[in-house]
């Protein structure tokens, strides 16, 4: 179940476009070096891939209370027209 | 009673045979097509009967009477999404076996299944910024896959920060009948703000349809924010029929994450080999 | 087994929505955008998509309270108005009409909310009349 769950988050986590960040292994507590040699891998690919999408769009949003509707790695170029709600507004009450 | 259409008579004659005891389809009220449960008691009104032109989830409507009435017999005309969605239910013991009596209506295209003549769900055009992204209506899951990461990224996080968490998308959900909801729950989803949090509300929604969509585009029409929720469940559909080759929909087994019911399915074997790499 | 779906238009605010309601055996069980209105376009907020939740809510005040000593106690229709008109009576007499203010809900009909304005203009004076779905 674990298995096929990861697999398939993995799977989904890539068409968000976050691959490579998540990883599954199976370590039992007589198998040290494994977990060594795994968790040195692993922290060395997560270095590799720098600091999380996600966090620099979380602190992009934090910065700007009008999170700008464009995304910001140059893919994309939208202008600011598209009607975007802002965040942070509470719906009227009513 | 003249002139009746052969759908029309048809369900005249299965509540005059009492071979259901409701059925759900639609009839024009104040101007608007609406869904409506046609009933012995009134069976005059069958005359009125429509299959269309809008949509609604009759079989959500369904499985409400079922709660209520579970040996309740209950008839209702089913494009091919009702039908898939029928069968889901079904296997997730929301309706029983051979509850519901279906009439089949024409209906929409679907990556599910080809055959479709619905003019009316004709999606409409997308606006001219997303024509310029080449983001087309019905994007299909491979075009999407074909550009780059970072591109996807931004993508997706442009399109769930316009989310106002309306639970529009559950709400409609044929297929989404738990009283207690992961999207509701404050340790998983942070309450309180616009946007929720992105993008782990929307993918707590994706992995919850896994197995589990049947392609209807409900939520997509339902969402005011515009957020193409149907290429997202495809990809998540996608995904468990590339790796568990169980085709959503189809009504044969239990999905392959669930590890309820009576037969644990899905051997682990095409994951084994993928995991041994 | 008696199954209705009623067309209406929302309540909590001056957009309009259509908004369909499920009924099932006279209990109304659901809320759902209308898909053909032209407001709405099968689209609801939140607060729409839960029109339905207050109107079976078990905690949904059934009998007038009056509060008396720091108390609500439960009495009957004819106390209950005999004791606000007293009230508002007084009130007025004493600081004017401009004194009261009527506050009137989104959980009420269209109707309803009609008949309270009329309340504060004609029977009261007064043009102290709000509403939460004020826009």
Known sequence: MTLKRMTFLQHLLTFMGLEGRLHLEWISSAEAQKFVATVTGFTETIRRLGPSPLRIAASRQADDATMSPMPQSGCLDLPKTDAVPETGVQIANG | MSAMTPIQEQVHQWLEEERVDIFLAYRIVEGHPLPYAFTREHIEETGELVTGPARYSLEKFATHIASRYPDARIGMVARDCNQRALNVLRVWNQLKEGQVETVSVNCCPSDLRAHADCSYLERRPVGVVKQQLGQVPNQAVADVDAQPSAERFDRWMYEFQKCIKCYGCRNICPVCFCNECSLEHAELIGTGHLPPDIPIFHLVRAVHMAGRCIDCGLCEDACPAEIPLRLLYRKVNAIVKDLFEYETGSGDTLPPFSILGPKPTMSPTPLLAVAQE | ?135
């Open chain 3, 1 to 135: 087994m008696e199954m209705k779906f009623v067309p209406s238009i929302c309540s909590y605010c001056g957009t309009g929505c259509g908004v369909l309601f499920e009924v099932l055996d006279g209990e109304l069980v659901g809320t759902l955008p209308m898909k053909t209105h032209p407001v709405n376009h099968g689209k609801l907020c939140i607060k729409g998509w839960n029109l339905h939740e207050h109107i079976n809510s078990p905690l949904r005040l059934k009998n007038p309270l009056l509060k008396t000593f720091g108390r609500f106690t439960k009495v009957d229709w004819d106390k209950a108005m005999d004791v606000t008109a007293d009230r508002l009576k007084a009130v007025i007499a004493a600081h004017g009409p401009d004194s009261v203010g009527v506050l009137v809900s989104a959980k009420m009909t269209n109707e309803e909310n009609y008949l309270a304005q009329k309340f504060a203009r004609a029977a009261i004076g007064t043009n102290n009349v709000d509403h939460c779905a004020r826009l």
